[in-house]
């Protein structure tokens, strides 16, 4: 419960350095305790690197400010004090978003502005490197883990969906890429397998609670000089293979706009269903169920067609009816 603020006095309250000291020990040591748990919560996998606290600042000034870990009058002050320094990271931010903005403005993909203003591609080089390194700040001090490029496909990327989907994805296509996620849980889901006779069964599936990507496409002419650069191939075969990587992107994503996409509790093994560019490959298992099912419908349909030939030929009025 908040305090009213005390009349104007010093931060020490006329206290020694060492009592002050010990005041903003015994409270850090307050807001580090345990709250109690709650039923509603999801469990959180225990992370050893796990920058992020779940807790607002408004209890977090509660907390720091209780009178209870003050000197006697000095309670109002630090609530003043965490007051202050909240409005003053609000101000920080603020700024910080709003140019972020601005250098975002002409790669957003949602704008339904005017075009009032058209950019050089040196401008427009400056500005991308700008709103990248907007994000990249904003991420790393909103304690997000964001992911280095070379490690996504190991660090994130499993083989199989929870639905039993192979999903593959070509970040060979981005020319930006930025992937970064907050808080590890474990999520309750229910499913049916045919070795337990269709009957549903609970499992455990590891979500990232909170995730951010950023990806910007290649261009078109880009992506080609790289393939052919890469695979030593010619122009022509290097098109062809860019045309066929490409073909499930949809037209409207352009290669000129950068697309910020933000996501909460999603599981581990879906990510790779947030790129516009995934394909779901058929496993070993998937070939031959659908070899076998496909055989059969084949060969109960070519067992009806003969019959009703039969039929046409022993009695051709019967068959017409």
Do not use: C
Request: positive net charge; charged residues 30%.
């Amino acid at each position: 419960m908040s305090t009213p603020a005390s009349p104007r006095m010093p931060l020490d309250g006329g206290k020694s350095p060492q009592a002050s000291n010990e005041a903003l020990a015994a409270a850090m040591a307050f807001a580090n305790e345990d709250d109690e748990p709650s039923l509603h919560t999801t469990a959180i996998v225990p992370r050893g690197d796990e920058r992020f606290l779940p807790v607002t600042r408004y209890a977090l000034i509660d907390r720091l400010s209780s009178p209870q870990v003050w000197p006697a009058g000095m309670a109002g002050e630090a609530r003043r004090f965490f007051r202050y320094l909240d409005y003053w990271r609000k101000q920080r931010y603020s700024a910080a978003l709003t140019r972020l903005q601005e250098a975002y403005e002409p790669f957003s993909p949602d704008s339904d502005l005017f075009v009032t203003r058209h950019y050089t591609d040196a401008e427009r080089r400056e500005m991308l490197a700008e709103v990248m390194g907007g994000v990249n700040n904003l991420l790393t001090q909103a304690n997000y883990t964001v992911v280095p490029r070379e490690k996504i496909a190991a660090t994130i990327m499993s083989k199989d969906s929870h639905y039993g989907l192979d999903l593959t994805v070509d970040f060979d296509t981005f020319e930006e890429l930025v992937v970064a996620f907050r808080g590890e849980s474990v999520a309750k889901a229910h499913r049916r397998k045919l070795s337990r006779f269709f009957r549903r069964e609970e499992f455990s599936v590891p979500i990232f609670r909170r995730m951010v990507v950023l990806f910007k496409l290649k261009t078109p002419e880009k992506h080609i000089e790289d393939v052919r650069d890469h695979l030593k191939v010619t122009e022509e075969e290097a098109t062809k293979k860019v045309r066929r990587m490409r073909a499930d992107i949809s037209s409207e994503i352009k290669p000129g706009n950068v697309y910020i996409k933000v996501f909460k509790n999603i599981p581990k093994s879906d990510v790779e269903m947030v790129f516009p560019n995934t394909e779901v490959k058929f496993r070993m298992r998937d070939k031959v169920w659908l070899g076998i099912t496909g055989g059969g419908a084949l060969g109960a349909g070519v067992f009806g067609a003969a019959g009703k030939l039969a039929l046409a030929f022993s009695n051709p009025i019967t068959a017409a009816g």
